[in-house]
């Protein structure tokens, strides 16, 4: 009741100059939380020149023997774990599924890790990319997008698009696209597939009939209704057509926040981001027991394209989890393992976090 009010100082100029520059970026920072605005305003322009990405020779990587499969990875957007959710999906409850940890709490930053099977932004090598590696022992390659040219700019360096033979960036947000598109694909072949989702991206309005007047949660729901029924359909085909032994493997680059606490978004680092879905369908050994981050599932499609005699990983005691920029800059958090066999039988076991 005691505010008193000025004119903006501000020359008009510089205000219009800035909302110009939100209505550019919009889409990058509309999921910045505000104590990470600094470092996506740093993300946007931060420049992508390959000569930051160590280059392959394509020599150093030699697979050990002939495999004959079909290897098809789903990459969702911004799904919650299923403990994260209150209504269940039929995607989670008709597959195997394990919660798993990401590699980042971003998509520019884990889905780079996990195509490339880096340990750290900084370290990722494009000798290690799974295209690259798949071309290496005869397969076909493909790379289809439901997502917009805008929300690939900082992956596509880290995907080595000349080892790709189908590379398709739909921009058309519907995630059944990608049924069809995959049905153009011949499964008679052995075939590397990556289909990347729009799915549950802010502001979850991505399926059909969406209602912007609906609550966050709501629409949340109603878009977590519509990939449940694009990943059935999906999977629903590979079963059907797959002339090959084939592992069909869908996971999130990330978790989201929709409200509780008035948190929305990513780009934090907290459990509901970090712990993402993983859902294995194949008439393969999966290893699900044994799989705990994006990394783990790298290992395992590094083994199914040739290049191990068996799966097997190394011990560890820690999930590393890194944030929104691939330089590092804001840091990571270091999630803990624990052994289950040091409790008692019956104790619901949490992760220990360390910044």
Known sequence: MYTSYEKSKIPTFLLSAFLLFLLIFQDKMHDASLSLIKESIKSIFLKKEKGNIPESDDKNRVP????????????????????????????????????????????????????????????????????????????????????????????????????????????????????????????????????????????????????????????????????????????SYVSSYSKKPFIFIFLSDHGELIGHDGKTGHNRFEKEIYSVPLVIHSNLETYLEKLESHGDVYELMYHYLGYSEEFKLKERKKIRVYGTMITEEDGYVDIKMKDPESYPKGTRVQDDETF
């Open 64 to 235: 050990l023997h002939k495999t004959d499969n079909n290897i098809i990875l789903v990459i969702g957007e911004s799904m919650r774990s299923r403990e994260n959710l209150k209504e269940r999906y039929d995607i989670f409850e008709n597959y195997g599924y394990k919660t798993i940890k990401s590699g980042a709490t971003n998509t520019d930053v884990s889905v780079p890790l996990l195509i490339n099977g880096g340990v750290s932004p900084q370290k990722i090598n494009l000798e290690d990319n799974l295209f690259l590696l798949a071309k290496k022992n005869g397969y076909k390659t493909s790379f289809i997008s439901a997502q917009n040219d805008k929300s690939l700019k900082y992956i596509e360096p880290y995907l080595h698009k000349k080892h790709i033979d189908t590379f398709k960036i739909l921009g058309s947000r519907d995630d059944k696209e990608l049924v069809f598109h995959l049905k153009d694909l011949l499964l008679e072949d052995k075939n590397f597939i990556v289909l990347q989702m729009q799915g549950e991206h802010s502001p979850y309005i991505y399926y059909e009939n969406s209602d912007r007047s609906d609550s966050v949660e709501l629409r949340y729901h109603k878009s977590m209704q519509y990939s449940d029924a694009v990943l059935n359909q999906l999977i």
